[in-house]
């Protein structure tokens, strides 16, 4: 039976006690410098598991909505390979013009209509702070790709 590497970081399974569980990911500035360093450890460990695995079910069962209202292929690409690496899967919504948006359905609309098929949502947009409202609106944890300039 092959060893488990020693993951002192890294979270198996739903640990809703963690300090991060079900929060929104907003702004850097919400991260004290020791909560940077642990989200890094984790990431490394993460890393290294892909990199002797290639894939892995930690997030198994587990839906992200890729909502980005502007191109932006490396973001999006990078959520989209994390999730899929991690063994979650992705909505990805990337060509906003054709969606309900253009009918003129309104971002925290949106976002609660996701929320009901996704465990977390990523949004990207043009306008300073519409990841807060996105976040105000939304039940479920989302993550800021980028606002406004």
């Given amino acids: 039976m092959p060893t488990q590497p020693n993951n002192s970081h890294l979270p198996f ?24 360093e642990y ?3 984790v990431a490394h460990e993460m890393h290294d598991m892909v990199d002797h695995v290639g894939t892995f079910d930690l997030l198994k069962g587990k839906i992200l909505a890729n909502l980005f209202y502007e191109p932006s292929t490396r973001t ?17 919504i990337n060509e906003v013009k054709y969606s309900s948006v253009s009918k003129g359905e309104s971002l925290p609309d949106t976002v609660r209509t996701l929320e009901c098929y996704a465990d ?4 990207r947009h043009p306008e300073v702070g519409s990841a807060a409202a996105a976040a105000k609106a939304a039940r479920k944890p989302v993550i800021n790709a980028g606002d406004g300039i």
């Fill in 120 to 123: 977390v949502i990523v949004i």
């Fill in 39 to 41: 989200i890094f450890a």
């Fill in 13 to 36: 399974g739903d640990q809703r006690s963690a300090p991060w569980y079900g929060k929104d990911i907003i702004s850097v500035k919400q991260f004290s410098r020791e909560d940077l």
């Fill in 76 to 92: 999006s690409s990078s959520f989209t390979a994390a999730m899929e690496r991690l063994g979650g899967s992705v909505i990805p």
